[in-house]
């Protein structure tokens, strides 16, 4: 970036985080971060809800599955049993967390409902800031997101996305503490989602797992297709499957998908140290039609499933864990033998 400097009199010319805010509709009064960095990825986050990544694209292409809901604002949210789903934006990332995951349940006398509350929180102390080292200039963006209220856990997110100038690279650490003074149950999940045109009866799903399991019995029926992209039809219900993936010698996976014809695809590479399994969430129906690759801390059946199966994770006080997820544009085939084919 530096040779190109001498061309240019304001940086956000080859490389620029802008801030907005949306108007209409449901989306009134939601900010977005829009970052540009010179390679044609263009990418949202939403400091109003859980600073997520509402919309990835590459040179124009749409690369996740927005809702009906849009960018909806967090006022919208409902906590009670299934009301998450009236203002989820799904989007390219969600995070779902931070104390439950998943379905709803009743734990110990207290309801826990889907996904949790952490990305319908607004970010406290958002800021981004650029920087350069051996890898060249990029742009670090930064939040903390709490998790927390009077008589309850008090969990904090801190979140750090990083991007080069020129990179087709999105590196996301999050770091979430248990700031409480008792041990406090934590999971999480990061519901990233895949979307046409780059999602298609054309594409190829990449996972390799050591284990995989139906979660459903409609799940089971559909087994031999858990890796198969299907056309959109007319009635679908949805298919989920729980992975335990191959891993490297440093802990690490990678899953993804490519669509042939647009020769284009998405990587993602996950620390599975923390990150246990990969949900995959099939929703191949018109209208409707979403993949969802979603590492995840834990199983998705709610706190009193995972309390009866001995499962359920916590944090001590001040105990924290570390997340690592890195989300890499493929432009090619080349690229894509490269990254899951090594």
């Known amino acids: 970036m530096d040779e190109e400097l001498k061309y240019v009199s304001n940086n956000n010319q080859l490389f620029s985080v802008r801030e907005v805010k949306l108007v209409e509709g449901k989306s009134n009064n939601v900010r977005l971060l829009e970052v540009n960095n010179g390679s ?7 400091p109003d809800r859980g600073f997520d990544i509402p919309s990835l694209r590459y040179k124009g292409i749409n690369f996740g599955y927005l809702s009906p809901c849009g960018n909806a604002s967090p006022q919208y949210f409902d906590d009670k049993g299934l009301g998450f789903l009236k203002n989820f934006t799904v989007g390219f990332l969600t995070t779902c967390g931070l104390k439950t995951i998943g379905s709803p349940s009743t734990l110990n006398g207290k309801d826990y409902a889907l996904h ?5 929180t607004p970010a406290d102390n958002y800021y981004y800031r650029y920087d350069k080292d051996d890898n060249g200039t990029y742009v670090e963006l930064n939040a903390i997101v709490y998790d927390s209220g009077i008589f309850e856990d008090k969990l904090k997110l ?6 080069y100038y020129k990179s087709n690279k999105i590196i996301i650490d999050d770091i979430v503490t248990n700031e409480s ?14 979307g046409y045109p780059l999602l298609s009866a054309d594409s190829l799903m990449y996972i390799e797992s050591n284990e995989v399991t139906a979660r459903t019995k409609r799940a089971e029926d559909l087994f031999d297709l858990y890796n198969v992209i299907e056309e ?15 891993t490297n010698d440093k802990g690490e996976a990678v899953t993804g998908v490519f669509n042939p014809k647009l020769n284009m695809g998405v990587a993602i590479k996950i620390d599975c140290s923390t990150l246990e399994y990969l949900v995959e969430w099939k929703l191949m129906k018109k209208k409707d039609y979403v993949l969802g690759l979603e590492p995840s801390s834990n199983l998705i059946d709610g706190l009193a499933d995972l309390e009866n199966k001995g499962l359920l994770k916590y944090l001590e006080s001040q105990e924290n864990v570390k997340y690592h997820i890195e989300i890499e544009v493929i432009e090619d085939k080349s690229e894509y033998d490269r990254i899951f084919n090594s």
């Not at 949790?116 to 319908?120: D, L, P, Q, T, Y």
């Open 181 to 194: 003074f008792n041990k406090a149950i934590h999971n999480i999940l990061y519901h990233i989602n895949i």
């Open 116 to 120: 949790g509350n952490i990305s319908n």
């Open 158 to 163: 801190e979140r750090k996305i990083k991007c």
């Open 40 to 46: 044609g990825l263009y990418f949202e986050i939403n």
């Open 232 to 246: 959109a039809q007319d009635e679908y219900e949805e298919a989920c499957y729980y992975h335990k993936l191959k």
